[in-house]
């Protein structure tokens, strides 16, 4: 199994709203990641947990909290959030191990946030 | 520091013809080499990775890449393009070995059209 679920698909929300998105693997991984996608543009990586400790901020606004209860789930907490963080987040895992292995990132399918 | 060029923004090809994606990148050791496919609305797919021996590698889906360190590049192939092929193409290159989870720096993608 290779697959990250990440939950709901679709969210609209209002700027005054407090929401969640969630991701959850089942590999094994000890390595997750939030990013941020904007339409035709890469990734850009907001957060990495290593051992469900926070390893990388990427100077993310404080609108954006993240939390990894356990190894296997990732959560991201929204609060008073802008139109413009309007993008599609993804998860991703990877094995987080001394070796190549750890580089490979497996993705979630996103999910679509449109912030009003 | 790293970083991912791919000079492509868009390229359109009939289908059943060749395909060729270009992707250099910049690293002060050996790269860690990533080509990933993202389909409109989804995550993204890894299609093949680059870590080390055989510098031409095979991937899923029929693509092929070959990586040649005179030139820095990491160029994505494929013999017969398929209509299904028609999406965004990220070149990737990871943070390394034995380090901890980290960043992996993405090009700025290549929007692929097939023409029937």
């Known amino acids: 199994d290779t697959e990250v679920t990440q939950t709901p698909k679709h969210l609209v929300m209002g700027m005054t709203n407090k929401k969640s998105l969630k991701c959850e693997q089942h590999m094994g991984h000890r390595a997750m990641y939030w990013y941020k996608q904007k339409a035709k543009k890469p990734p850009e990586l907001m957060f990495v947990y290593s051992y469900e400790k926070l390893s990388i901020n990427e100077s993310v606004p404080s609108r954006f909290s993240p939390e990894c209860p356990n190894s296997s789930l990732l959560n991201l907490h929204l609060h008073a959030l802008q139109p413009e963080d309007s993008a599609l987040y993804l998860c991703?895992?990877?094995?987080?191990?001394?070796?190549?292995?750890?580089?490979?990132?497996?993705f979630g399918a996103g999910t679509r946030l449109s912030v009003l | 520091a790293q970083s991912v060029t791919q000079p492509d923004i868009h390229i359109t090809v009939s289908e059943g013809a060749s395909l060729e994606l270009r992707c250099n990148y910049s690293y002060g050791a050996t790269p860690y080499l990533f080509w990933y496919v993202q389909s409109p609305g989804q995550g993204l797919q890894l299609l093949l990775k680059y870590f080390s021996g055989d510098t031409l590698v095979q991937g899923i889906k029929g693509f092929e890449a070959e990586f040649k360190r005179s030139q820095s590049s990491f160029n994505l192939r494929k013999p017969s393009v398929h209509w299904s092929d028609a999406a965004e193409y990220f070149c990737a290159v990871g943070p390394g070995y034995n380090t901890n989870a980290g960043k992996s720096t993405f090009g700025d993608g290549t929007t692929l059209t097939v023409k029937p």
């Open positions: 991703a895992s990877s094995q987080d191990r001394g070796g190549a292995a750890q580089n490979i990132q497996y």
